[in-house]
């Protein structure tokens, strides 16, 4: 992976580390124009190929937050109030989409995407098809740890 991309809500309560091998001049974020995402300002990015890791450090301060289908928890630092971006999950895996607002790159150009018009099942599909593979830690990272030491989703 040649591009490594980290970001963290304003607290530092919610943090990722992104990687992909999507050169950083090519990344192109979506901004969607549903309500939530529209009030958040949101611009964000995914790599299906990619990698990414959430670490949340006061589980009390995250809000997972679901909306219409209920198909994906769209995570809000209840300490900061910062949206650092969505995760959908089943028994194969965890991906993400995250945003980009939160790093040195908030400014490289979005696309406007709208997804109203998709189905549940439609909508499940397309985002694990998009989003990227991902792992989340809860808790504080402790030195010369590896990922699978500590408290994982």
């Given amino acids: 992976m040649n591009t490594r991309v980290q970001g963290q ?10 990687e992909t091998n999507i050169k950083l001049e090519d990344i192109r974020l979506r901004s969607c124009d549903c309500s939530f995402c529209r009030g958040h300002a949101t611009r964000c990015f995914s790599d299906p190929a990619g990698r990414a890791h959430i670490s949340v450090r006061d589980e009390t301060l995250l809000q997972r937050y679901r909306f219409a289908h209920e198909t994906t928890d769209f995570l809000i630092c209840d300490g900061c109030g910062i949206y650092l971006g969505a995760v959908i999950s089943n028994t194969e895996g965890c ?8 790093t040195a790159h908030k400014d490289l150009p979005a696309d ?20 990227t593979p991902t792992t989340i830690s809860i808790g504080p990272r402790r030195p010369g740890c590896d990922d699978n030491e500590q408290d994982t989703v």
């Avoid at 809500?9 to 992104?18: H, I, K, P, V």
């Fill in 9 to 18: 809500c304003q607290c530092g309560n919610l943090s990722f580390e992104f």
């Fill in 95 to 102: 991906w993400s989409t995250l945003n980009f607002c939160l």
């Fill in 112 to 131: 406007p995407v709208s997804y109203g018009g998709q189905s549940r099942t439609d909508r499940i599909e397309q985002r694990i098809g998009r989003f």
